[in-house]
């Protein structure tokens, strides 16, 4: 879709996000993207991945001036779902479990999807396993029998207190044999991993780019336009920080 544009990174492959939604691609999300990106006057912004700790973060307030503007601003996944848990209120558009957990109060906290990637020239690999992908693998396993309950809240603790750059399945069950958790349980959930591993970042990453697709191909409907439900105010540094943009790289 012309004017579309989405800033994504190691949730989900950009091969696999075209198949999808027809878009322009960009990397993660930083401070002032969004703001540049409201230049092109866009038909609509999707946000998974962002860039946080040694890049500064997106702006609400940039977010909140593209939605003002009457761009529709999605937001999934990642930093897309921790923003659209604050600024839904205000117009933006959140999709997928992880919003809806972020929303609700249920997650608080931001390295539950926090993971470490590698560098853009290989697809921003991801090198560790995010929170909330822990989180919903080990209920499929209790629900597979493949797990009790009680050692899958004692795994999920394992993994909670692990900096999110050294989270993943083999640290985690090794701190869980450390620990004298079932041996039996163990190995079944690594023989059961392959397959039953659920990936709910990436999920709600598609789920966000069919929603985009759906919502936007209906021209002619209110749903696929945005209404600003707020005042938007033009403080002084907001006047710098519009003077000081520049383009957004393509």
């Known amino acids: 879709m012309s004017g579309v544009y989405v800033f994504l990174g190691p949730t989900l492959p950009r091969e696999d996000a075209a198949l999808e939604l027809d878009a322009t691609y960009l990397p993660p999300v930083a401070q002032g993207d969004v703001l540049r990106l409201c230049a092109e006057k866009p038909a609509a912004i999707g946000i998974v991945d962002g860039f946080f700790e040694s890049v500064p973060s997106v702006w609400h307030k940039e977010i909140l001036y593209a939605i003002h503007a009457g761009i529709p601003v999605f937001g999934a996944s990642s930093m897309g779902a921790l923003r659209a848990a604050e600024l839904y209120p205000f117009g933006m558009i959140g999709v997928g479990a992880i919003f809806e957990a972020f929303r609700d109060g249920r997650l608080e906290d931001d390295d539950e999807v926090a993971v470490i990637h590698g560098p853009a020239e ?129």
């Open 122 to 250: 290989l697809g921003y690999t991801s090198l560790s396993e995010a929170m909330v992908n822990i989180r919903r693998t080990l209920s499929d396993a209790v629900a597979d029998r493949v797990l009790t309950a009680g050692t899958a809240l004692r795994l999920e603790s394992i993994a909670k207190e692990l900096p999110y750059r050294e989270r993943g399945y083999g640290r985690m069950l090794r701190l869980g044999g450390d620990i004298d958790l079932p041996a039996s349980e163990l190995a079944a959930f690594r023989g059961w991993l392959p397959q039953g591993r659920f990936d709910q970042k990436r999920e709600d990453a598609k789920a966000m780019l069919r929603t985009m697709a759906r919502r936007l191909g209906r021209a002619t409907s209110d749903d696929a336009t945005t209404e600003a439900r707020f005042h938007f105010e033009h403080t002084v540094l907001w006047e710098r920080a519009l003077r000081d943009a520049v383009p957004l790289a393509m």
